[in-house]
Nanobody
Framework: QVQLVESGGGLVEPGGSLRLSCVVS????????MGWYRQAPAKQRELVAAITNGGNTNYADSVKGRFTISRDNTNTVYLQMNSLKPEDTAVYYC??????????WGQGTQVTVSS
């Protein structure tokens, strides 16, 4: 069973930046795609960004131009978040997906954007 551990969340002022990391218990290239989701209070969980095994990326419209998903060559995925807004406040989850088979989740890391 794969394990995903997120880190890097915290409290930041509007306009600030954070970088989230997700360390996976095996090679991220054994999955079809890696992703970041978020869930704000009283809202549904939503996809923020994803990167396929081949390197293709996609982003939610609300974060395009501000967030960047990236990865290293082994087992870590990142989410660089710039120009943060209060509406970015949420618990952020890392995912590892085998298309048509499974999606594994991390435990989440809290991001709070507030002055």
């Amino acid at each position: 069973q794969v394990q995903l551990v997120e880190s890097g969340g915290g409290l930041v002022e509007p306009g600030g930046s954070l970088r989230l990391s997700c360390v996976v218990s095996r090679s991220i290239f054994s999955f079809d795609a890696m992703g970041w989701y978020r869930q704000a209070p009283a809202k549904q969980r939503e996809l923020v960004a994803a990167i396929t095994n081949g390197g293709n990326t996609n982003y939610a419209d609300s974060v395009k131009g501000r967030f960047t998903i990236s990865r290293d060559n082994t087992n870590t995925v990142y989410l660089q978040m710039n120009s943060l807004k209060p509406e970015d406040t949420a618990v952020y989850y890392c995912t590892a997906e085998q298309w048509g088979a499974s999606r594994s989740w991390g435990q989440g890391t809290q991001v709070t954007v507030s002055s």
